[in-house]
């Protein structure tokens, strides 16, 4: 890529050329600091990039290992660009864009995204309200909305009154991601099947949303090396290039409680979106897997909807018939997602994407080659378009 | 209302003795809380072009004004939407739970949407309406409720308890 040109374009001038993750438990011995080191490491050696020549760093706001210890432990060289990315797990795939950015426009050739984090063992962010009322909390968590998944509860109940979504619209989801983590060895639920029964029979945890219909509480670190399209197809595995990035904050929004913008369904997905296929050679019927953020099971038909795999109000209907198992109309996050694989607060999204592209997933779709990887929804979000 | 005198409305910097959380208003949202004390349910409106804003901050988003005013309501709304958290939650929200939490769409400024509790009396506990009375689309009314704090907030009754 030349670096001078002014308009550089984004559009597969970047790829994927490794992946790295640690271990995924409810409890890991090791230090958030280790895991990054780990996973960053892994990342590097199946690239085939030597420590020494990173000189980009990305990270979530949230990520509590800074890039100044990083660059120390893992033995970076001179690191030219390092940004970190807001809103939990909105900066997922944002982590990749800024790399990508950075690095199609010459200020950096090997850029490392990483995430981090021991929330299996660690204090969940709702149980630290107090520093969070002044606001915008002190209009919601006074009332006991504390936790996200009372926020998307909300969201979820009015999508159900508003579109004639069920329960069953999100065992469907929730279905999907435990079967494919039953074909991931490196799942936290690998060999725990689950059932309608089960789900429907689950404990509360704000109805309308059941345990399952929540992410997992894991420790564990993940992270990926990004070079010039150029570059990649001198490493060691197939380059998954960048085809389109996209960032999220639509007009008027309101973190996790969009209850206050004219229409509180159309979520950050939406503004993503119409960014995200303005500059892709595809469109949504073309998209062979797809990782989509699943914190929470609703965000799932939202999200549909916002990515224009179908019409408002739709997305839950979307999810019958099998439609995001393997053989489906889009399977979905193939290695059993936030739901069943790990929540990192959805970097796992983005390696799963590059796995399929190399054609090693678990749950391998046959033959694909295009995947849509997105970051949280209900925050500012991100979302990425891979191509092999 | 001054920063030292919301400062001392919420008492416990958010935690009331009950072990409830009081709001703790920052200087955009402080005469809401001022105006509730009063009985008075208001929100927010740019002096220069009338729209309402929700929550409060310095300036319009439609003209750019930094004036506004606070427009007095009718305090009536429809519920739009509603949950009903389960444990795990902080220890005195457990000890009601499960308890709701309504979203209520303001009669007067429908795209205004408070988030609430809907309660039996304005004193009531979290958990004084039953699950099964609570309906999207259902009318309410705002109620004043002092916490112990000081602070006043608003709850919503049923129009047709
Ligand atoms: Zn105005």
Redesign the pocket.
């Known amino acids: 890529m030349g670096a001078a040109r002014a308009t550089a374009t984004l559009k597969d001038a970047t790829a994927i050329a490794g992946i790295g993750q640690t271990p995924f438990a409810k409890r890991l011995p090791e230090s958030e600091k280790t895991l990054a080191c780990r996973a960053i490491l892994a990342a590097l050696d199946d690239a085939g990039i030597a420590p020494s020549e990173v000189d980009a760093f990305a990270s979530y706001t949230m990520e509590e290992t800074d890039e100044v210890e990083i660059a120390k432990a893992i033995g970076a060289g001179d690191v030219t660009f390092f940004g970190k990315v807001g809103y939990g797990g909105g900066g997922s795939c944002a982590t990749v864009a800024h790399l990508a950015a950075a690095i199609a426009t010459g200020q950096a050739s090997v850029g490392v995204a990483w995430r981090s984090r021991k929330r299996g063992s660690g204090p969940r962010p709702w149980t630290n309200t107090r520093v969070q009322l002044p606001t915008p909390a002190q209009w919601t968590r006074p009332y006991g909305l504390l936790r996200p998944a009372d926020e998307i509860g909300l969201l979820a109940r009015r999508y159900m009154h508003e579109y004639g979504a069920t329960r069953d619209h999100f065992f469907n989801v929730a279905l999907a991601c435990r079967n494919r983590a039953n074909q991931n060895p490196a799942a936290m639920m690998y060999d725990r099947p689950l059932t309608r029964e089960m789900y429907m029979t689950a404990r509360w945890i704000s109805e309308p949303l059941c345990l399952f219909d929540n992410c997992l509480e894991t420790d564990g670190a993940l992270a990926c090396v990004l070079v010039s399209a150029e570059r990649a197809r001198d490493c060691r595995h197939r380059p998954v290039y960048v085809h389109s990035a996209a960032q999220g904050l639509p007009a008027q929004h309101h973190g996790m409680v969009n209850y206050w913008n004219d229409d509180p369904l159309t979520g950050p997905s939406w503004t993503a979106a119409r960014r995200l296929w303005k500059t892709a050679d595809f469109g949504p019927q073309d998209v062979d897997v797809a990782q989509i953020y699943d914190a929470f099971t609703p965000l799932i038909p939202l999200s549909l909807e916002g990515y224009g795999f179908c019409a408002r109000g739709e997305g839950a209907a979307f999810t019958e018939g099998g439609a995001l198992e393997i053989g489906g109309r889009l399977p979905l996050n193939t290695g059993g997602g936030g739901l069943s694989e790990a929540y990192v607060h959805g970097f796992n999204l983005i390696t799963e994407g590059v796995r399929q592209l190399r054609g090693t997933g678990t749950a391998q779709v046959p033959g694909a080659t295009t995947c849509l990887v997105t970051a949280g929804e209900g925050v500012p979000t991100s979302a990425l378009l891979l191509r092999s | 209302m001054t920063q030292t005198e919301t400062t001392t409305a919420a008492s416990g910097g958010g935690e009331r003795a009950d072990g409830l959380l009081a709001p703790v208003p920052d200087d955009d949202g402080a005469p809401f809380f001022a105006y509730a004390a009063r009985g008075e349910l208001r929100v927010q409106c740019?002096a220069?072009?009338?729209?309402p804003r929700f929550p409060p901050r310095p300036c319009?988003?439609?003209?750019?004004?930094f004036e506004s005013l606070w427009k007095k309501l009718s305090g009536r709304g429809r519920i739009w939407s509603y949950v009903l958290p389960h444990p795990p939650l902080l220890p005195a929200y457990a000890a009601q739970a499960p308890y709701n939490v309504v979203l209520v769409e303001l009669a007067d400024a429908p795209r205004i949407r408070l988030v609430g509790n809907l309660v039996a009396a304005a004193d009531a506990a979290l958990n004084s309406v039953p699950p099964e009375r609570i309906r999207i689309g259902a009318p309410v009314k705002a109620a004043f409720h002092e916490t112990d704090g000081g602070l006043t907030v608003v709850r919503w009754l049923l129009e047709r308890p």
Do not use: A, L, R, V
């Open positions: 740019c220069g072009c009338g729209e319009c988003p439609h003209c750019q004004s």
